[in-house]
């Protein structure tokens, strides 16, 4: 049966409202679906952050843990594959290959492993000397065989040698002076008394003497044997001291004495033509406007390794990190800086910045260290390549700054340029935030510091002297652990410039402090360069006494 007009139209009706019912569905899973997509894009990218972080952490636990158990060495030996790890992480051994009799006929032997012969360690040098000869007691002295006949000396037998230790001692001196009269004086009514002069004290009102500080000094800053423990070291010898009196000492003598010292090294550290830089954290108690807490820091500053004058080593107290101190102490110099990278130092102005290779090789050595097969070939690329480096480097030790400067460019120049246009080259196939990825791109933001040694022959291609000098900081800092006030931290600073000094010109730091405070409280102006000039560590008469 035909259907009817209305019919019809409903029938389109219901067919165009189902056509709009599932557009709309269509339209709807659409939406959703974007959604869901969107949702899964981003899910994607957090798993990759929280991968990425996982990493990173797995990698800083792994360095920790190499840190605290494994060795400390950078240097990248081939494992012995029987050894086995500390963390069950090694690789098993492979089967070592068979060599057959044809191939073994061709081969030279392998020399057998020598033990290196053990030797005594050498006398004391300029010890006293003494010989003791044991003879038989009186009642023995007699024959055996034949009753009453005396024995007579036929000679002597060596028998060993020994060393023996004296303690220190303290002992008391009363120091008096003569005063003398004129009799014809007296006779006239008169007087005329004269005092014979004394030495000047080394400080007033103490009974300091310049042995006793150069011990107290050589304890603390260069033994790191905090003042505590020689307080009771000094109770046992019987003289009851406090901390406090140590280091009043201290900063006494710092402001008398020291200050003159560490401002005329200053001077004269400018006056080079490079200079190493670091800097470590320095707790000091009672700063102004901070808390006990705050990290301070000891700025080290330090000559070249192949500057032509004399060593200096000078440390600086700051209450902070900030670039600006280095600014303010190296102002007037124009020279070349050696630093690790720390971005504090881009604020000194007008000098060349040298980075530290020994610092960028690290990055790459941490990389290893954390692969999981520990062979990062990326990594193990990147050693192999600046090790080729340090082997140029190791050829020219000896050599002028000219003639380095010459052999660098001929030889290394090429090397470091190629390292970096490599790292160029592999770094999009790296993560970013792994260990190699971002030992590339430490590399990389400093590529114009690490290639200015080759430019300059007075320039090492490391920052090691700084970091040397800045060990027995580090090393007495656990022991002593912070400063008690600003001035003592000043003092410290000081003390740590002389003592490091001494060192770097192969002075003793005992003998030196003992030479310069038993003769500088007798000088008149000691701002005065000509005077400060003998209490220097290179100067001729110092190196004659206090030699090592």
Known sequence: MAKTRAELIQENLEKDNEIKSLRQLV???????????????????????????????????????????????????DTNPYQMSLFGDEPKPETVPEVSSEEAEGQAAPKAATKKKRTRNPLPKGAKEIKTVIGLPEEDQYC???????LVEAGEVFVRTVVHYKPAELF??????????????????????????VPSALLPHSRLTASLAAHVLTQKFVMGLPF????????????????????????????????????????????TDVIHADETPFQVHREDGRKDTSESYLWMYGTGTFEEGHPIRMFSYCPGRSGDFAKEFLKGFKGTLITDQYAG????????????????RRQFVNAQKCAKDKKDAIASEAITKLGKLYAI?????????EDRKKERQAKAKDIAEDFFEWLEKVRPGVAPKSK????????????????????????????????????????????????????????????????ETCRANGVDPRKYLNYIL???????????????????????????????
């Open 27 to 77: 339209d709807t899973l659409s939406t959703q679906l974007k959604v869901m997509a969107e949702q899964l894009k981003h899910n994607n990218e957090e798993m990759s952050h929280l991968k990425a972080t996982i990493r990173s952490l797995t990698d800083r636990i792994t360095l920790l843990l190499q840190r605290k158990y494994g060795s400390s060495s950078e240097r990248m030996k």
């Open 144 to 150: 055996s065989k034949h009753p009453g006949v005396k």
């Open 172 to 197: 008391i001196e009363h120091i008096y002076k003569k005063v003398y009269r004129c009799q014809k004086c007296a006779g006239e009514n008169g007087f005329n008394l004269v005092n014979a002069k």
């Open 228 to 271: 505590y423990r020689q307080v009771m070291d000094f109770s046992r010898m019987g003289y009851e001291l406090e901390s406090r009196d140590m280091s009043n000492w201290v900063m006494a003598l710092d402001e008398y004495y020291f200050q003159y010292i560490t401002d005329y090294l200053h001077k004269e550290l400018l006056k």
């Open 345 to 360: 130092y881009n604020k000194v102005e007008g000098v060349t910045h040298a980075g530290c290779l020994d610092h960028l």
């Open 393 to 401: 480097e190791a050829e020219l030790k000896g050599s002028s700054p």
């Open 436 to 499: 190699t990825g971002k030992a590339i791109s430490y590399a990389l933001n400093g590529k114009a510091t690490y290639l200015a040694y080759l430019d300059n022959g007075k320039v090492c291609m490391t920052n090691s002297p700084a970091e040397r000098a800045i060990r027995p900081i580090a090393v007495g800092r656990k022991n002593w652990l912070f400063c008690g006030s600003p001035r003592g931290a000043r003092a410290c600073a000081s003390c740590y410039s002389i003592v």
């Open 518 to 548: 038993e003769r500088m409280p007798q000088e008149g102006n000691l701002a005065s360069s000509k005077i400060l000039e003998k209490y220097m560590p290179w100067n001729e008469d110092i190196q004659k006494n206090c030699k090592v």
